[in-house]
């Protein structure tokens, strides 16, 4: 279904691109948003990836877990996390506001493989330009690993805008597309058929997936004082606070700052890459690195508010939808390509025959595993060493499955199996 923007017009109700008042041609509805204020759109977590071998000297510095350790000139909180990352082991420096994650759950510690994510902080890309924090991620790569290159980048974008409050039927107005469910707790409210929840008082909504495109609305005040960082982000809304260019100081302390957050998994930027063009030279984009792509991340914002559709009524956009995907851009210092770059997502597929076997094997598969008592992790482990690996993982990765979500697919399967058939089949 082809969604419309209601009419925009100015106060002497004419047309305008830059209008604050809507018109709803149907209904006659008149919505006046111009005591909203758009204080900043920036990036909120940068997520980068990199492939290479682990120096072997790195590993003494997760021998004692919880302990400061010195590394590439700094001190650093060493210590495990859980599988749920993906990795085994992390080196924290709030200070600096950087996360390195250290081996790959799934890959060989002598190998090459995706052995190191870097999490970056608000205030850390605050601070820095793209290509100095790049330059800075890239150095801490080589300190932790040899033949280093750069796998791919995840990227959140955060609105932070006053004089708007969520509807309380934002669930019912919302449509997204949804595919797979998620297990969430300490929630109100959930929906699995738009993929959406509600945290607390109806101060926190998210829809889609983690492994997907995600959008996350909440009180970013509240969530501000519950973390102690009120008065970073009052300091930052200080210093740029509105896209209105004739209202430069308009950020209220007394009233709630509310944020609409988009999160990008990695496999989502690699869709885009392979799927975006230049429209002036027809070459795809590049969007392995944070700094490469940062130009492209108002595109990234609009792509984002049309996937997840605020409604006013079925086929027009909810105003305030149209004018934060119109009037927003990021707060970076680069030039934006948005006007340069046709944007769209290649979907890397396993149709017909591949695309059915998989399926047909992996339900073999796990009979064999509960015929043999074979554990999940073990049965995984050998999957990824096997020729068709490749198909297999393409194949989960078009319904937004990672390979995390493919290891924990394959575990839930052998339990049914084994609770309603028993072991010995």
């Not at 923007?5 to 691109?17: G, L």
């Not at 934002?170 to 945290?199: F, P």
């Not at 995600?214 to 009180?219: E, F, R």
């Not at 995390?404 to 058939?421: A, P, Q």
Request: neutral net charge.
């Amino acid at each position: 279904m082809t969604v419309k923007d209601q009419i925009r017009v100015d106060h002497q109700f004419k047309e305008s691109a830059t209008g604050r008042v809507f018109f709803d041609q149907k209904t006659a509805k008149i919505t006046d948003l111009t005591k909203v204020r758009l204080l900043r759109c920036g990036v909120d977590t940068v997520r980068q990836l990199y492939r290479g071998m682990i120096r072997p000297e790195i590993m003494a510095l997760f021998e004692n877990p919880g302990t400061l350790v010195d590394f590439a000139g700094q001190r650093w909180h060493s210590g495990r996390v859980g599988r749920d990352s993906g990795y085994q082991y992390k080196l924290q420096n709030a200070d600096l506001g950087i996360i390195l994650l250290v081996k790959n759950f799934n890959a060989k510690l002598d190998c090459i493989g995706p052995h190191l994510k870097i999490e970056v902080s608000p205030h850390a890309i605050d601070s820095l330009s793209p290509e100095r924090l790049q330059d800075r991620l890239d150095f801490y790569a080589s300190e932790v690993m040899t033949h280093v290159e750069i796998n791919q980048c995840a990227v959140h974008l955060a609105l932070d805008l006053q004089g708007w409050t969520p509807p309380t039927d934002l669930v019912a107005r919302m449509h997204c597309k949804a595919r797979v469910q998620r297990d969430i707790t300490g929630i109100n409210e959930i929906n699995w058929a738009t993929k959406s929840s509600t945290y607390g008082r109806g101060e926190t909504s998210m829809f889609g997936s983690a492994n997907g495109v995600q959008l996350c609305i909440y009180n970013k005040t509240e969530q501000a004082k519950a973390t102690d960082k009120l008065d970073y982000w009052e300091s930052v809304w200080k210093r740029r606070d509105s896209f209105d260019e004739k209202d430069p100081d308009n950020y209220n302390p007394d009233q709630a700052v509310w944020r609409v957050e988009l999160r990008y998994h990695h496999s989502i930027i690699q869709q885009f890459a392979s799927g975006s063009l230049d429209v002036r030279t027809g070459e795809a984009i590049d969007t392995s690195s944070f700094a490469a792509f940062a130009g492209h991340l108002d595109g990234l914002w609009r792509y984002g508010l049309r996937q997840f559709k605020l409604l006013d009524r079925p086929g027009y956009f909810s105003p305030i939808w149209t004018l934060i995907r119109e009037d927003v851009r990021v707060d970076l210092p680069v030039d934006s390509l948005l006007e340069d770059t046709e944007y769209k997502r290649y979907y890397k597929t396993s149709r017909g025959f591949s695309g059915k076997n998989v399926e047909l094997f992996l339900g073999n598969f796990v009979s064999l595993l509960a015929r043999e008592r074979v554990g999940a992790k073990k049965a995984f482990d050998r999957l990824q060493t096997w020729e068709c690996w490749p198909v297999i993982r393409d194949h989960y990765a078009a319904k937004d499955m990672s390979e995390y979500d493919i290891y924990k697919h394959i575990k839930t399967l052998l339990e049914e199996r084994n609770v309603r058939w028993g072991r010995a089949v």
